[in-house]
Every structure is written in structure tokens, then in C-alpha cells.
Nanobody
């Protein structure tokens, strides 16, 4: 399974960007999706996550500004980022936990990461 993230780019403070993530491959159930971000030299941090049932949680730093949503039919997740701040500048990664089958054709839970998309917010 591959995760393809897109939508990053350059924005000015106060502007908006929307990130998209599509999961492709043999997925029986896409149970959990999340967005993380990482600044060079710092640990990757959870920005938002969403269960298959649509329950979302957000980091305190983005609460009220970012909205995560999913399109389960298309195995996609989105991150609507409003009122962007320079401190939101980071590489954003899509993460997913899904049910599939392994090489022995046995059900197994897997985790996948996208390659990341850079978001740069100027002041």
C-alpha cells in the first residue's frame, strides 16, 4: 500500500492550504488515518487523526484552525489548514493503519507512511 500526499506549498500567514492523501493498494479496511508534521531537527508530531468512523482529534496548536476529513469510498484523507502561521511550516506526512492480507494470505494490520509534502508559511 502506498500513501500519496499532495497539496503542500507556499502560503502567507493567514492564508489557507488543503492537503490530500490517497491510499492505494490492497486495503480491506482503512481503519485510521492521520497527519503528522516534522520540522528539521525536531521530532515528528501528530497534527490530526481520524478513525474510520469519523472521530477526529487535533493537536492543541492547530485546534480550531485545521480540519481533517476523510472520503472512505476513495481511501482519501484531507487536511484543511486555515489561518496558517509561520510556525506551521513543516513537512507534513500522511499516516494510515489498515487491514490487509500478508504473503500467507492471513489478515494482518499494517501501517504506512507517505513521503511528505512541504508546507511553508511566510510572515
Amino acid at each position: 500500500v502506498q500513501l500519496q500526499a499532495s497539496g503542500g506549498g507556499l502560503a502567507q500567514a493567514g492564508e489557507s492550504l488543503t492537503l490530500s492523501c490517497r491510499a492505494r493498494g490492497r486495503i480491506l479496511s482503512l481503519n485510521y488515518m492521520a497527519w503528522y508534521r516534522q520540522v528539521s531537527g525536531k521530532q515528528r508530531e501528530l497534527v490530526a487523526d481520524c478513525t474510520i468512523g469519523g472521530v477526529t482529534k487535533y493537536a492543541d496548536s492547530v485546534q480550531g484552525r485545521f480540519t481533517m476529513s476523510r472520503d472512505n469510498a476513495k481511501n482519501m484523507a484531507f487536511l484543511q489548514m486555515n489561518s496558517l502561521k509561520p510556525e506551521d511550516t513543516a513537512v507534513y506526512y500522511c499516516n494510515a493503519e489498515y487491514l490487509s492480507t500478508n504473503t500467507d494470505d492471513v489478515y494482518e494490520d499494517f501501517t504506512a507512511w507517505g513521503k511528505g509534502t512541504l508546507v511553508t508559511v511566510s510572515s
